[in-house]
């Protein structure tokens, strides 16, 4: 009688779904995701100000030391900036080098190769070239002839643009186990992973 029993109730039991976790985050996060979106929107461009931290922490019904949190991290990120003498915060845009930065950063973090690079490059420069080339202005024509004329390389114009570049690299050629470090991608295989550098 007891497994006649067991039998029903498991019949009539119901099943009990699964539900992933809940993310939860701090208010800060929240606020600097909001600004960080209407910044990437453009309805708040390059080097407009945003409203004093008592306004902001009015609008998004929290504390001012959550606002103040969320500007930090985005002003870590390069996406604000305080002007000298000035309490409020303006939107910038991050600078090239910090934008490489973290990018080679991620990067290594992830074990990337050369050859994963390379992979993607082979796939995305050709349909980014033919889209360029389609939209180029005569000023940038006149721009690419200038440079081309004046027999300046790619490698100098990096350079122009990062001059801790050439002392990194030479840095990084010097030392035998940042070479070794850099020599196997995710595969397995023996291939160059990117320098601290790039």
């Known amino acids: 009688m007891s497994a006649a029993r067991s039998a029903i109730t498991r019949q009539t039991t119901p099943v009990q779904p699964e539900f992933a976790p809940i ?3 701090p ?25 004093a931290e008592t306004e902001l922490a009015r609008q998004f019904g929290v504390h001012r030391g959550t606002v103040r949190e969320a500007l930090r991290e985005l002003e870590t990120n390069g996406v604000l900036k305080r002007e000298r003498g000035s309490k409020l915060m ?8 910090d934008v490489a930065a973290g990018v080679s950063r991620a990067l290594a973090l992830h074990d990337v190769s ?21 939209q180029r202005k005569p000023k ?12 300046v390389t790619v490698e100098q114009t990096a350079e122009g643009r990062n ?35 790039v």
């Open 163 to 197: 001059p801790h570049r050439s002392r990194a690299k030479a840095d990084f050629d010097r030392d035998p186990r940042a070479r070794r470090r850099a020599g196997a991608g995710m595969d397995g295989q023996t291939h160059p992973r990117l320098p601290p550098w």
């Open 27 to 51: 208010a800060y996060r929240k606020v600097a995701a909001a600004l960080l979106e209407r910044i990437t929107a453009r309805t708040i461009n390059a080097g407009e100000r945003l409203p």
């Open 114 to 134: 050369y050859h994963d690079i390379w992979e993607a490059l082979t796939a995305l420069e050709p349909p980014i070239a033919a889209a360029a080339a389609r």
């Open 23 to 25: 993310r939860v985050e």
């Open 90 to 97: 303006m939107v910038t845009r991050p600078a090239r080098v």
């Open 140 to 151: 940038d024509l006149a721009r690419i002839e200038t440079i081309v004329a004046a027999g």
